[in-house]
């Protein structure tokens, strides 16, 4: 039995060891960085405070540890490699490099990590929203690893598509959606500027964009009516889908393609009419 003279001694061993060694530490920005030596957890306060990402620091004591230099790809790919990976898409940027996402498959991450929500997700190097990456996570942590290259890269544009015309996450329809993809761009919409109002400044929003300008609307079920001007005040009524917006009769002659047109488009398309006529 281990008495506590040799655990002591042991201990000061440890960080003897600790001191002469150069450690490899993701970082984020006001946070600690941890290491383990002789089966002991370290943390340490990173100097400078500033810097956040891969590095190489040296313990200087105990409580603080400086950056050497910052850590190439390959260091970085072989500390990752140890932890599990998850495959994941991004929502929205918390602050610095830190971005909540979403995983891909609900499922998958419960049976895995006995939880299924969203996550922060640090060192986040390359991506916008709805991006499928790879992460890595010790347990408590997750950490970017790559953008997923397996993902097809239709399904985070056509999510950023419908984000720009302001459709509710209960109105997504495009062939191969999940509900975690409908999760994800509700969890989006929450924090997109625009989407917390009423359907009267949805439509105006979605006209201004263009120039044009709101007068009124009726419901219609499925669709609105509205009648607005263009930035010249002529007046028109079109008929507008709930869903994403889409034109289903612009009020002028479009040689049937209403339906290739959004309202953000339909106010250029009305003061160039006579390309239609």
């Not at 005040?233 to 034109?247: E, M, W, Y």
Request: with cysteine.
């Amino acid at each position: 039995m281990t008495n506590i003279r040799e655990l002591l001694e042991q201990i000061a061993i440890a960080e003897a060891q600790l001191r002469s060694t150069q450690l490899l530490a993701p970082c984020v920005k006001g946070g600690q960085v941890r290491t383990r030596v002789a089966e002991m957890i370290y943390t340490f306060t990173p100097q400078p405070r500033s810097f956040e990402g891969w590095g190489i620091f040296q313990a200087t004591n105990e409580k603080t540890a400086t950056l050497i230099e910052e850590a190439d790809l390959p260091h970085i790919e072989n500390y990752l490699q140890t932890f599990q990976s998850v495959r994941l898409r991004l929502a929205y940027q918390l602050r610095n490099q830190t971005w909540i996402a979403y995983p891909i498959n609900e499922a998958d991450m419960r049976q895995r990590f006995k939880y299924a929500k969203p996550v922060p997700v640090h060192l986040v190097t390359e991506g916008i929203a709805f991006e499928q990456i790879i992460a890595r996570s010790n347990g408590n942590s997750f950490w970017f690893e790559a953008l997923d290259r397996r993902a097809d890269p239709a399904i985070a544009a056509q999510l950023q598509s419908n984000l720009k015309q302001f459709v509710f996450a209960k109105e997504l329809q495009f062939k191969g959606i999940t509900p975690e993809m409908r999760s994800l761009y509700d969890l989006v919409t929450k924090k997109a500027e625009g989407f917390a109002q009423s359907d009267e400044k949805r439509l105006q929003q979605a006209l201004q964009v263009g120039g044009g300008e709101l007068q009124q609307f009726q419901d219609r079920g499925d669709y609105w009516t509205l009648n607005w001007t263009t930035a010249d005040g002529t007046r028109h009524t079109s008929a507008i889908a709930k869903s994403d917006l889409t034109v289903i009769s612009s009020g002028i002659c479009l040689s049937g393609r209403d339906r290739d047109f959004d309202l953000q488009s339909l106010v250029g398309v009305m003061e160039d009419e006579d390309l239609f006529s």
